[in-house]
């Protein structure tokens, strides 16, 4: 009785877990969407956090399109004055 309790609790606890993880992409797919080209620095580097933190394959096509996005309004963004962290990240 006790093992078959422990696993109904267990599956709920996964279930929670499932559904926190879903709720946090949901929060980065928002943000990558917010972060317009014209804000391409911080763009970049929420881009270049999600890589380094292992978990782009989860918002490839939201990338994918911030940086499409960024690339057609390029010639816009150039900015003689950025940091040599966003020049690279541009890079």
């Not at 879903?22 to 797919?29: H, I, N, P, Y």
């Not at 317009?36 to 956090?49: G, M």
Request: glycine share 2%; proline share 1%; aromatic share 6%.
């Amino acid at each position: 009785m006790l093992a078959n309790n422990s696993e109904s609790m267990a599956g709920v606890i996964n279930e929670c877990k499932k559904q926190q993880i879903e709720e946090l992409k949901e929060e980065v797919r928002e943000e990558l969407k917010k972060a317009s080209a014209v804000k391409s620095p911080e763009l970049l580097k929420l881009i270049d956090s999600i890589r380094l933190l292992g978990v782009a394959y989860h918002f490839e096509r939201e990338i994918e399109e911030a940086l499409k996005d960024m690339f057609e309004t390029y010639s816009r963004l150039v900015d003689d004055n950025e940091d040599l962290t966003t020049s690279s990240l541009r890079f």
